[in-house]
């Protein structure tokens, strides 16, 4: 029996040196992985603090800026055609122009967009015509407030929304071009990720080498040591009586 524990110990120090061995290199591993996570968050503060940086940085704020300036006309022009959809609503009913009187009341920056010709303004007037002879049947506050409301619609007023809106959609356009061109934050999105990965496996790995380091060896020299000891004094009990006798 104490033979064949003497031959596990000899495998369990064998086990334990590679073990140890595995252990190095595991932490040579980690230390490779740390090196490259240091390096992805190098390359990251490089990308964050260039000029090239703060260039994309600045066209996203503009494209901000442009999209503000361009929905806020729009919601501008929306709702003086707001004001006026009652009184159109019922000139539809008894003009010539019904069709493109109904594309203003479904969606009038798309009908503007579609009326080459800015058909709107005869109409707008013609309109107003009709609202003074109280044609449209309105009440007379709702009167006095559309007709002051078309009073502001000219064609000068469609011309400038019209060139205010092509201006800012080229502006956009470009800036578009110009941040869809840039694949900086690609770039700092897959030195993120790898970053992210490192971290994970180095703290795997960090697990793995604990394991390791906790594995206890089922038979120590101590206990070879002590089970000897034992088998000896069981012999010396038994011949020190024969001893004796004799």
Do not use: G, W
Request: hydrophobic content about 35%; glycine content about 0%; aromatic content about 4%.
């Amino acid at each position: 029996y104490i033979q064949k524990q003497i031959t596990n110990l000899k495998m369990e120090k064998i086990k334990k040196k590679e073990r140890v061995k595995e252990i190095e290199n595991d932490q040579q591993v980690i230390h490779n992985m740390q090196k490259d996570v240091n390096s992805c968050k190098n390359k990251i503060h490089e990308i964050t603090t260039s000029e090239r940086y703060t260039n994309y940085t600045n066209f996203l704020q503009k494209k901000q800026i442009l999209t503000k300036s361009k929905n806020d006309i729009e919601n501008q022009f929306s709702v003086h055609f707001s004001t006026i959809q009652v009184a159109l609503r019922k000139y539809e009913h008894i003009t010539m122009d019904n069709k493109i009187v109904q594309q203003y009341i479904d969606n009038p920056i798309r009908a503007l967009h579609e009326d080459q010709t800015l058909k709107i303004v005869e109409i707008i007037v013609k309109m107003n015509k009709s609202i003074e002879l109280n044609k449209l049947n309105l009440k007379e506050i709702k009167k006095r407030k559309i007709v002051q409301e078309c009073s502001l619609l000219t064609k000068e007023f469609f011309v400038n929304f019209l060139t205010e809106k092509i201006k800012l959609v080229n502006e956009l356009t470009e800036v578009e071009t110009r941040i869809s061109s840039e694949n900086i934050i690609q770039e700092i999105t897959l030195l993120e990720r790898k970053a992210k990965e490192n971290e994970n496996a180095i703290e795997i790995t960090e697990k793995s080498i604990l394991d390791l380091k906790n594995q206890k060896s089922p038979v120590s020299s101590n206990d070879i040591e002590q089970m000897i000891e034992e088998k000896l004094d069981k012999k010396v009990k038994l011949i020190l009586p024969i001893q004796y006798n004799n």
